[in-house]
């Protein structure tokens, strides 16, 4: 069974630009979350989806945001990077319930320059 | 929101020691993992483990659910074992809460 599935690797940006980030969930599993890690903060969680729709959201502000397709595949997006959104962004997928807990995939590290 | 406080920050250890890692939160929850990063940064999934014991080759974990705390065993502990772990919690479901890691060193 594939594991969770995250594009790119890395990213290097400049301040100002946006950036969009890929996860494809493991097979069935509807539920998708995204996490922050930076040095300073730890892991933070940005928000999830369940079934194409936010069912959860942390306390970032309106640059960072995301959807759902209809195969789970998720996206966020950072619009107006700045140099503090540089972190490893992860994405975690469950079948929806949290019974079984999370599994992560390998993480994107954005850098922005 | 829950607190997730994880003990020690940092282990050093010689291979072939055992150690016990910590983690306390301060509500019920119905969601505990414990994780392991790897020098890549991924997250790998150890213990789903909201309550009781289970145990994964040299790798144990119990949670006391009722005193709000878990711990993580390691024995015979290998190189490779290196790396932070976390512990996440949830308390209701879609969002994990996380310690802020306890760092772990085994030099051979």
């Known amino acids: 069974k594939a594991g969770v599935t995250q594009t790119p690797r890395y990213l290097i940006k400049t301040r100002g630009q946006q950036v969009t980030l890929s996860c494809s969930p493991i097979s069935g599993h509807r539920s998708v979350s995204w996490y922050q890690q930076t040095p300073g903060q730890g892991l933070q969680f940005l928000f999830e989806y369940f079934s194409e729709t936010q069912r959860n959201k942390g306390n970032f502000p309106g640059r960072f945001s995301g959807r759902q397709f209809s195969n789970s595949r998720s996206e966020m997006n950072v619009s107006t990077l700045e140099l503090g959104d540089s972190a490893l962004y992860l994405c975690a997928s469950s079948a929806g319930t949290a019974s079984y807990g999370y599994t992560f995939g390998s993480g994107t590290r954005l850098t922005v320059v | 929101g829950i607190q997730v406080e994880q003990s020690p920050p940092d282990l050093i250890l010689q291979e072939g020691a055992n150690s016990t890692l910590r983690c306390n939160f301060s509500?019920?929850?119905?969601?505990l993992q414990w994780f392991h990063q790897n020098p890549w940064g991924q997250l790998i999934n150890l213990f789903y483990i909201p309550s009781g014991t289970k145990q994964n080759g040299r790798l144990s974990a119990t949670t006391v659910a009722t005193e709000r705390y878990s711990l993580l065993y390691i024995s015979s502990s290998q190189t490779t074992d290196s790396g932070v772990y976390f512990c996440?919690?949830?308390?209701?479901?879609?969002?994990?809460?996380f310690g802020e890691g306890t760092q772990l060193t085994v030099n051979p």
């Open positions: 509500d019920s929850v119905n969601n």
């Open positions: 996440a919690v949830s308390t209701s479901g879609s969002r994990l809460t």
